[in-house]
Every structure is written in C-alpha cells, then in structure tokens.
C-alpha cells in the first residue's frame, strides 16, 4: 500500500533523502530532529531490495518481530515462560500494536529497544543496558525518558539505602557483592552510568543537527507545536486524562486492565501443589510503574498531537503485569486472555465512538485506499489541472514516489476544509479570475464519530480547538456549492471520506475553450 499521513509527509522522504543524498538531515522535507536510526534501517532495506512500498513494510515488519521478541524476554525474565507468551500475543494484536508493526514509522521501534533495555537492566546487565537505551534514543529521542527516569530512580535509592524503604529497589546494599567490588556503591554507580551514558549518542547527533541547520530540537515550528505551544496547565491535565486513558482503556484495552482489577481484588491467589503462584516482584513493578508514570507525565507535557503510538513504550508493561495478575489469580486464565486477543482483533476493524487516529487500526487501509482511488480518478481525468487539496494528499499529488500517482500533479494547498479555508479558496479562485485550480480533492482530515455526543459540546469543542487543533470539515456538498463546482468523484468507508470536485469554467474560460475548438 502507497503511504500514510506521517509516512508520505516525513519518514519516507526522510528516509529517501538519506537513499538518495547520503545525509542525515533531509532536504526533501523539513528537518524535525528525530535521529536517523530507523531511517537508516529502511534506507538500507531499499538500497539491497529496491524501493518499494512493499520492501518498506517488510522492513518495518522485521522490527516488530524484533519488538515481540523483547516484549516475550522481559515478561519471561520478571514473571514465567506462560506470561511470556499470552503478553506477547496480546501485544502482537493490540490493535495500535498491529496497524503499527507496518507502518514506516519510528516509535514502535524505539519502544522495542526499551524493552530490550529493561530485560537487560532487570538481569543487572550494566553493559546491555547502556547499548539497548543507547539505540533506543537514536530511534527516537522521547525515548531516552526511559533511561533516566530509571537512573533518577537509582539515585534516590543511594541516599535511601539505610531507610525501611530500601527494598523497593530492585537492586539494594543488602545485595551480595563481588569481592573485587570496593564497596555496593561501586555497582549502584556503574548501574548509574549504564543509565545516563545512552544520553551521549543522542547528544551528538542533536550536536551535529545543530551544525549542520542551525537548530538544536528541530525547525522553530516543529518546536513551537510540540514544545513551546503545549506548555499551558489547562491543556496539561487535558492530555494527561488523555494519556491515562491511552494505557489503561483506549481500543479496548479497558477489557484486560478491568479484568486485572477484578481479579486482583476480589480473587485470592490460585495454588500449584498447595504453593500460591508468585507475583512479579515488587521491585520490577516499581521499575514498570516509574517508567510508565514518566512516559505518562512528559508526553502530556510534550507534543502537539496527542497520538496514541507515543504511548507504545509503556502499553506492552500494563499487558505483562495485567496477564500476570490473571495468571496469578484466575483458573482460567487462558480463557480470559483468549478473550482478550479476539477483542483485540475485533478493534482493527471496528472504529470507537470516540476520535481517534486512523493510524491506530485498520482505518488507515480505508484512507489509503480511498485516497488512491480518488487521486488516481484525478490523474486520468485531470492529468494537466490545479487541484485545490491540503496536507497529505498535497504531498500525494505531487510526489509520485508515494505510490499514489504515476506522474506529479501541480497543487494549490490549503489548511484544512473547515469553513474559514474553503472561503479563503474561494475568495482567491476569484480573485484570480477563476484560473487558480481546475479541480479540488477534499477528504476526512480525521474522523469524526456520530456517536460522540461530547463533540458537540460547545465547551469541549472550544478546548480542541485552542489546544488541539481541532475542526471540522465541511461535507463535500457544501464544498463544493461554496467554491463553485460539481462532485464528480466520491467514496466513503466508515467515517471516512473522499471527493473531487469540478470547478465550473466561467463565461470567459467557456469562451477561450469554443475558440480553440
């Protein structure tokens, strides 16, 4: 399949850039910063296979493989092989899991070495830790979050090491030491270092962004949208209800997280051979419990969109210490996780009553889809036109290189199709004496449940708008009754939609046409 929103817009030209030019910074598209390790993945996926969206999704498929492979050792490491297994599986078809795994994107990736990291920091593996963060940070830099949470965590068990609350380390000075070892400090400050030295990398490469762009955290807009914009306590608590919701109930999740809950307050312990199955050790907990409250806390504080995928480093930690409390308290544990992964499989196909992003199901195919047959109607019918569109599809037309179209397609862009826009179009169509765009694509720029009677609350809506950026698109009759045209392409799916619209020609133009003819 051609790609998808963020894909088309950064990652692959991104990626293409550095194919093509052998440079990290690309120059196809504006620079944001992230690091270029995944990019580097699929960019060499394609200089060995060749470019394609499919050698692009085999290569993104790979390091999801790589991901469940993390996910399964650190589950078997803090629980057992048979928690191991059902938290992998449930990982695997959670459903922003699942539309990720393909997806040429950086996040589930990074996520992915944080697992790794965690395995290697749970076993007191000082060495593996420092290389798993390390790539971890280079995948995407929110990342290295995991890292120093967990060395401000060690830090405070150096001065608490003498209190009652010592044991809530996973390491402590109770622990045996080697005699070579001077003192236990001497490993509390190597697990310290272990922790804080994957910053390094990260380090450089913002260093060497610097030189090479003259920014540090990316282009000034890139910064203003995900940093300086979302620093407002109203929106904070806003996108932290958000954030919450993303780990323990979004797409379904709520079925595992409440089933935990059940169990583990109405249901004592099942018994082996009279023995009580073991919990994860409360250490490990805390360890899972620092790492998700810091990712919960920051990506509430940071980032402009609100998107799911951000969350990917924690969500598989609440499926391993949930499938672990089934295990530990229900006998038929297997019943309960296999109800689970079904309801898991049913949310790639069934959209929520709530917004959400296309990207985090199988909503993305219908986009896709919709988007390559609207688009593909334009170029046979309007190959030489101006086609009034917005951001992606602007992207879509114009770069042939994204699967959609054989050949590139001039572009008028605008914002959105909220009212304010389509009028600005059509004040500028006539302004220019209807000689600006031929033909306009207009599309669902998100998706908009009927169902969500809270989004038509005045005060709801205004919040969105002002923290959020939300809005609402036109419906494409009114489109194109505003801009003066006709619908001769439309195609819906399931709360999405796309149409391409036919400027009628004025007197003039009609006129320029019969004396050619």
């Not at 963020?6 to 850039?17: H, I, M, S, T, W």
């Not at 030189?211 to 990316?218: K, Q, S």
């Not at 969105?464 to 494409?476: N, V």
């Amino acid at each position: 399949m051609p790609y998808f929103w963020d894909e088309a817009g950064y990652y692959v030209p991104a990626a293409r850039d550095l194919l093509l030019t052998g440079s990290l910074i690309p120059h196809s598209t504006v620079s944001n910063a992230h690091p270029p390790l995944v990019l580097a993945w699929i960019a060499l996926w394609w200089k060995v296979v060749g470019y394609a969206p499919l050698v692009t999704r085999t290569a993104m498929l790979v390091l999801a493989a790589f991901v469940l492979l993390g996910v399964f050792r650190l589950a078997e490491r803090v629980a057992n092989t048979e928690v191991a297994v059902a938290s992998t599986l449930c990982t695997a078809l959670y459903p922003v899991f699942f539309a990720q795994s393909s997806l040429a994107q950086v996040d589930l990736a990074a996520a992915g070495f944080i697992f790794w990291g965690l395995s290697s920091y749970v076993d007191g593996d000082e060495a593996g830790t420092l290389i798993w963060f390390a790539l971890a940070a280079l995948a995407k830099e929110t990342a290295i979050l995991a890292a120093l949470a967990l060395a401000g965590w060690e830090a405070v068990g150096l001065l608490a090491r003498n209190s009652s609350l010592r044991n809530l380390w996973l390491f402590n000075f109770n622990d045996e030491h080697d005699d070579d070892e001077p003192h236990p400090r001497f490993r509390s400050a190597r697990r310290i270092a272990s922790l804080l030295l994957p910053a390094l990398p990260l380090a450089l490469w913002y260093a060497y962004h610097f030189a090479r762009t003259g920014y540090v955290l990316g282009n000034p807009e890139f910064f203003r949208y995900n940093v300086a914009a979302t620093l407002n306590p109203t929106r904070f608590f806003l996108a932290l209800a958000m954030r919450i919701w993303q780990v323990v109930g979004y797409l379904h999740l709520w079925v595992l997280t409440l089933a935990m809950a059940v169990a583990m307050w109405m249901l004592p312990p099942q018994k082996d051979s009279g023995v009580a199955r073991s919990r994860i050790s409360f250490p490990v907990q805390v360890v899972f419990y620092i790492v998700l409250l810091t990712f919960i806390v920051a990506m509430a504080l940071i980032g402009g969109a609100v998107l799911a995928r951000y969350m990917l480093p924690v969500v598989p930690l609440v499926i391993i210490l949930s499938v672990s409390t089934l295990w530990r308290r229900l006998s038929f544990w297997r019943a309960a996780v296999a109800f689970v992964a079904l309801i898991f499989v049913a949310a790639w196909f069934w959209n929520p009553p709530y917004g959400f992003s296309p990207e985090d199901n199988l909503a993305y195919r219908d986009y896709v889809t919709m988007h390559e047959d609207g688009e593909r109607f334009l170029e046979a019918r309007y190959p030489m036109a101006r086609v009034l569109t917005a951001w992606p599809a602007s992207d879509e037309l114009s770069r042939p290189w994204l699967g959609y179209i054989t050949r590139p397609m001039r572009v008028v862009r605008i914002e959105d199709f909220s009212l304010d826009e389509i009028l600005s179009a059509a004040d500028f169509r006539s302004s220019q004496d209807d000689s600006n765009y031929e033909a306009a694509l207009i599309f669902s720029t998100k998706y908009e449940p009927v169902a969500a009677r809270w989004d038509h609350w005045k005060a709801w809506t205004e919040l969105k708008s002002r923290f959020f950026g939300f809005h609402r698109d036109l419906p494409a009759a009114a489109v194109a009754q505003i801009l003066g045209g006709h619908i001769v392409f439309s195609e819906q799916r399931r709360g999405q939609w796309v149409a391409v619209i036919e400027m009628e020609k004025s007197e003039v133009q009609a006129a320029e046409v019969r004396m050619q003819k």
